[in-house]
């Protein structure tokens, strides 16, 4: 039997253990697929399909039939009840979405729940922009383990990039660290260079600047690159790890 599953929640945490006290690693965006590894009344441990991430979801909201057509563009998308009738409920930024109607303004995705058509794209859709992307999420809070516009780690900023763009890239920046192709004989920076650190990662928008989800300010930045870098040097003790570009994905 095929073991693939959709998750059709808003978003849910992914937790370390199965109990909503346990350490919230990552979460599951509306649309995304995974396996069931283990499961009981409460808990389901599954291995997200995107980047093998393991973990523990609530047992509910998800489905075997879903065929994603269109993701979600903007930074979040409301959810309306029926055409102009909004709830109070949204989608976050690279939610996968089906249609099952649709009119000239709006496409409906279950019952009672209907998403404007200038918030989403193709499923297919290519954003070669990724400084389009980060900027999406200036001034997003700080949460480790989030990954949407209530809140977003480091780690997660960058890998919602490839997550939209359907191109794999790992969740954690440990592993980012191993997976991503660099070196640190970089002098000169420029648009596009990811500068990594042990547990951190800042994206470059230019020569001089970085934008980052940075912990010690609680939300996504942009600073001067050459300050963060002494700053994380001064205050974490911590040396750049290893320097690489986009392009490199």
Excluded at 103 to 120: G, H, L, P, R, T
Excluded at 154 to 173: E, G, K, M, V
Excluded at 192 to 206: E, P, Q, R, S, T
């Amino acid at each position: 039997m095929q073991n693939n599953f959709y998750f059709i929640g808003n978003i849910s945490n992914i937790y370390k253990k199965p109990s909503k006290l346990s350490e919230v690693t990552s979460q599951i965006l509306y649309g995304e697929k995974f396996k069931i590894l283990s499961k009981n009344k409460s808990w389901i441990k599954i291995k997200a399909s995107f980047d093998n991430y393991v973990g523990y979801i609530e047992n509910k909201k998800h489905k075997k039939k879903f065929t994603p057509i269109y993701k979600v563009h903007n930074l979040k998308a409301k959810i309306y009840k029926k055409p102009n009738y909004s709830s109070k409920s949204w989608l976050p930024f690279g939610s996968k979405l089906s249609v099952i109607n649709k009119n000239k303004y709006f496409i409906k995705i279950e019952k009672n729940k209907w998403i404007k058509k200038k918030d989403i794209k193709n499923i297919n859709y290519k954003e070669k922009n990724f400084v389009k992307i980060f900027k999406k999420f200036l001034n997003v809070k700080y949460v480790w383990g989030g990954k949407t516009y209530k809140g977003i780690d480091c780690s997660a900023l960058l890998q919602i990039f490839s997550y939209y763009n359907n191109l794999f890239y790992p969740r954690d920046t440990k592993d980012q660290i191993k997976y991503t192709k660099g070196n640190l004989k970089k002098k000169l920076l420029k648009k596009g260079d990811i500068i990594f650190w042990k547990g951190h990662v800042a994206m470059c928008l230019n020569s001089k600047e970085l934008i980052h989800a940075y912990g010690p300010r609680k939300k996504v930045l942009i600073m001067s690159t050459k300050q963060t870098i002494k700053l994380i040097s001064e205050k974490a003790k911590l040396k750049v790890k290893k320097i690489s570009n986009i392009k490199k994905f």
